[in-house]
C-alpha cells in the first residue's frame, strides 16, 4: 500500500459512501455543539419532523455568550433566549448539556479533551471555527455552518471534499520564553492567512514533538487563522499520557487496545504532502500582533512596519487601514506601546498550563494602574484546580480579575468588552476590527506576554521579568 | 430553496483583502435564534458610524450601489469564524452571487447551504470586475450552468465549480432529504464499527 499521511487515514477510515463527481460522504464521531450556532439547526429538524441521528454522538455546553461574573442573574435577556432553547433543545432531542452551572461547563474546544471526548482518529465538528483546536490529538476536526450542524444532526454525516494536506514542518527547540502561542502567530505572520486554504496542515518536526497537549491545543487552534479549516498532529506518547484516566477513554485492557490501534495513525514514514512549508523553532521571538488580521504580527523587539514596506497596492492599503484603526504610527517599536487591558482566556490559551505559566510572571507583582485584567479560566475543571493550586490568589492580589468560564472577551458577547479605542493584549486568537468590541484594539499575545503587559502597562519583553525576578 | 441558473445584477466592489466574518455581521447580533433579518446589520460596523447615522465613506452606502447583488470583494473573502449568520446577511441584503479570486473554506461552504452562489476568480478578472465597478453602475451576468461570468462590453470569463455543487445549487435541493436516502449505507457503515 502507497504510505498515507494521518489526514489520509483518517479519512479513508470515515468515508461512508464514495461515487465519482460527488464529494465523500465522511461519517462524523463527534459533535459538540454551544448555544449560538445551533438554535436555527434544531429548528430546521423540527420544521422537517426530523430526529437528531445519534444524540449519544453529540454533546452541548454554553460558552460564547455566557456571563463570567454573576452567573445567578442573567441580565442579557437575548443570550438568555439562546441558552434557554439551547436547553429545550437537547432535552427535547436527547443530547447531554453542560449548562452555565453544570461542573462541566467551559468552553467547548477545553471541556472536549478535558472529558476525554476528543480522542485520536475521530472525525469532530462543531460550528466554531476554532474545532481545529481537537487535532492536537491527532482527530481531524473542523468548524461547520450552522446548516452543516443541522446536517450532521440529522445524518450524521457531511458531504466533503477531500482536502489537500500541509506539512509545516518546525524543527529545533523553542527558546526560553517562547511559547506555543508565538509559534503559531510566527507560522502566520512568515506565511499568512491564507496560506491553509483548501488544505488540512499537518505539524511536524521535533519542535512540535516537545510540546505538551495543552501548547499542541493552541498550535492547532489557530490553523484556522491560517486559513485552514484543520491542523493536525500525529498521537504518541504524549498525547496518550493526556488521555489516561480521562472520563470517556478507555480504561485498562481497552485503553492499551487503543493506544495500539492511535499509533497506527501516525504519518507513514515517505508519506507526501501535497506542500510542505518549513520553519526553524530556534528562529522564533515573543510575538505581539500590531494590526487587523493575525498575520499582522512583529517579534516583540521590533517595530511597526509601514505601508511602503509591502509591494502590492491592496496590501499597502490594508496595512494604513491597519494602522488607523489601532491608533498606531509607522515605525513605533511595538514594546513602548501602552496598553488599557489585559484579556488572559479564550480557546487558544485558557487551560491550566496558561495560566499557571502566567501566575509565574504576576507572582508578587502588581498590575500597572489603569489597566484593567482579566483571567477567565476556559472551564469550571480549569478554575478549580488553578483555585486548588492557588493561582486565583497569585492574580487576585496582583490586581486581575478572576472570573468564571467562557468565551468571555474573546469575541465579546456578552458583557466583557474593551472600550472603544482601548488597547488590549490578549491571548484570543483574532484581532479583526471589533473583535473585542466596536473600536477596541486588539493585540494577540501569549499567556506570559499578557502578564507581562499587565505588569509593566505595555508590550514587555517576558524574558527580561523573567530573567531579573529568577 | 430556490435554484438558481442564471442570474443578472449590478456589481458592488469591495476592494478589501481578508474580509472576515466579523466585520460581515458583528458579534452583538449573533443572538437571534432564526435566520431571518440579518440584512440590516451587514458591515455593520463599517455601514454605520459609532452614532448609528450611515457612513458616506463606505461604498454600499453610495446611491449608485443600491440594488446590488453581485459583491466583488478580495483575497480570502469571509475568512474567520464559521458563523453562517454571514451568508445569511449578504442574502438578506440582497447579495445572491459573491465573486473573489480566493474564499476561506467554511464560509465557501456556508453560502452554497444558502444558495448563494461564490466564483472564484483569477486576480486578473477580479481587478477588471472591481475597476468597472468603481463609481458607475456596473451589470453582470452569471450563468452557473455555463460556468461563465460575462457583461456587456466582451468580458468573459469561466470559472471552476464542484459538479455536485453546482447540481445542488442550479436545483435549489436540500441536502439532508438527498443524505436521508443513503441511510442503507450509513447504517452498514454504523455496523461495521
Request: aromatic share 8%.
Amino acid at each position: 500500500m502507497r504510505p498515507r499521511n494521518i489526514v489520509e487515514k483518517l479519512w479513508d477510515d470515515h468515508v461512508v459512501y464514495q461515487e465519482n463527481g460527488k464529494p465523500d460522504l465522511l461519517y462524523i464521531d463527534l459533535h459538540l455543539v454551544h448555544e449560538v450556532t445551533s438554535p436555527q439547526a434544531f429548528e430546521g429538524l423540527r420544521l422537517k419532523n426530523r430526529v437528531v441521528r445519534k444524540p449519544e454522538l453529540t454533546f452541548a455546553t454554553m460558552d460564547h455568550n455566557v456571563p463570567t461574573d454573576n452567573r445567578e442573574v442573567i441580565e442579557d435577556q437575548v443570550a438568555q433566549t439562546q441558552m434557554t432553547k439551547l436547553q429545550e433543545n437537547c432535552t427535547e432531542f436527547g443530547i447531554e448539556l453542560a449548562d452555565i452551572h453544570h461542573p462541566d461547563q467551559g468552553i467547548v474546544h477545553v471541556i472536549g479533551p478535558e472529558l476525554g471526548l476528543t480522542q485520536p482518529g475521530k472525525t469532530i465538528v462543531c460550528g466554531d471555527s476554532h474545532t481545529s483546536t481537537h487535532g492536537a490529538f491527532g482527530a481531524l476536526a473542523f468548524g461547520i455552518g450552522t446548516s452543516e450542524v443541522e446536517h450532521v444532526l440529522a445524518t450524521q454525516t457531511l458531504w466533503q471534499s477531500k482536502p489537500k494536506t500541509l506539512q509545516i514542518e518546525v524543527d529545533g527547540t523553542l527558546g526560553f520564553g517562547v511559547t506555543a502561542k508565538d509559534l503559531i502567530l510566527a507560522i502566520i505572520a512568515k506565511f499568512g492567512v491564507g496560506v491553509g486554504a483548501g488544505y488540512v496542515i499537518e505539524f511536524t518536526g521535533e519542535a512540535i514533538r516537545k510540546l505538551s497537549m495543552e501548547e499542541r491545543m493552541t498550535v492547532c487552534n489557530m490553523s484556522i487563522e491560517a486559513g485552514a479549516r484543520a491542523g493536525i498532529i500525529s498521537p504518541d506518547e504524549i498525547t496518550f499520557d493526556y488521555l489516561k484516566g480521562k472520563r470517556h477513554v478507555p480504561e485498562g485492557d481497552d485503553f492499551q487496545k487503543a493506544i495500539t490501534k492511535w499509533k497506527q495513525l501516525t504519518s507513514d514514514e515517505g508519506a507526501s504532502h501535497d506542500l510542505t512549508l518549513k520553519l526553524s523553532g530556534s528562529e522564533v521571538e515573543p510575538q505581539v500582533t500590531w494590526g487587523t488580521n493575525p498575520s499582522m504580527g512583529i517579534s516583540i523587539s521590533q517595530a511597526v512596519p509601514a505601508p511602503h514596506h509591502y509591494d502590492k497596492k491592496s496590501e499597502q492599503e490594508a496595512v494604513q487601514r491597519a494602522l488607523d484603526y489601532m491608533g498606531l504610527e509607522e515605525g513605533t517599536r511595538i514594546d513602548e506601546v501602552p496598553i488599557d487591558y489585559v484579556f488572559i482566556g479564550s480557546c487558544t490559551n485558557s487551560r491550566l498550563s496558561d495560566l499557571k505559566a502566567a501566575a509565574e510572571v504576576v507572582k508578587g507583582k502588581k498590575v500597572q494602574s489603569g489597566v484593567t485584567a482579566l483571567v477567565v479560566p476556559g472551564s469550571q475543571s480549569v478554575k478549580i484546580q488553578a483555585e486548588k493550586e492557588g493561582l486565583h490568589e497569585i492574580f487576585v492580589e496582583a490586581g486581575f480579575q478572576w472570573r468564571e468560564s467562557g468565551c468571555s472577551m474573546c469575541l465579546a458577547m456578552n458583557n466583557d468588552i474593551v472600550p472603544p479605542g482601548k488597547r488590549c493584549a490578549s491571548t484570543s486568537n483574532r484581532n479583526f476590527e471589533g473583535r473585542q468590541g466596536n473600536g477596541a484594539r486588539t493585540h494577540l499575545v501569549s499567556p506570559v506576554m499578557a502578564a507581562a503587559a499587565a505588569i509593566t502597562g505595555k508590550f514587555t519583553d517576558v524574558r527580561k521579568l523573567m530573567t531579573v525576578y529568577q | 430553496m430556490p435554484g438558481i441558473r442564471q442570474f443578472s445584477g449590478n456589481v458592488f466592489p469591495l476592494n478589501r483583502e481578508n474580509v472576515d466574518t466579523d466585520q460581515i455581521i458583528p458579534k452583538q447580533f449573533l443572538k437571534k435564534i432564526d435566520r431571518q433579518g440579518f440584512g440590516k446589520f451587514l458591515f455593520y460596523h463599517w455601514r454605520f458610524n459609532d452614532n448609528g447615522m450611515k457612513n458616506e465613506d463606505f461604498p454600499l452606502n453610495d446611491e449608485k450601489y443600491q440594488g446590488a447583488s453581485i459583491l466583488v470583494g478580495g483575497n480570502n473573502f469571509g475568512c474567520g469564524s464559521s458563523r453562517e449568520h454571514a451568508p445569511w446577511a449578504l442574502l438578506d441584503y440582497g447579495f445572491q452571487v459573491v465573486i473573489a479570486p480566493s474564499f476561506a473554506d467554511i464560509f465557501y461552504n456556508n453560502c452554497m447551504k444558502n444558495g448563494i452562489l461564490p466564483i472564484r476568480l483569477s486576480h486578473s478578472s477580479v481587478e477588471v470586475l472591481l475597476e468597472n465597478a468603481t463609481n458607475t453602475n456596473y451589470e453582470l451576468s452569471v450563468d452557473l450552468e455555463e460556468q461563465v461570468v460575462s457583461d456587456e462590453e466582451g468580458f468573459h470569463s469561466s470559472f471552476e465549480i464542484d459538479p455536485y455543487w453546482k447540481q445542488m445549487l442550479m436545483n435549489g435541493w436540500d441536502e439532508i432529504t438527498i443524505t436521508l436516502s443513503y441511510d442503507d449505507q450509513i447504517k452498514q457503515y454504523e455496523l461495521l464499527r
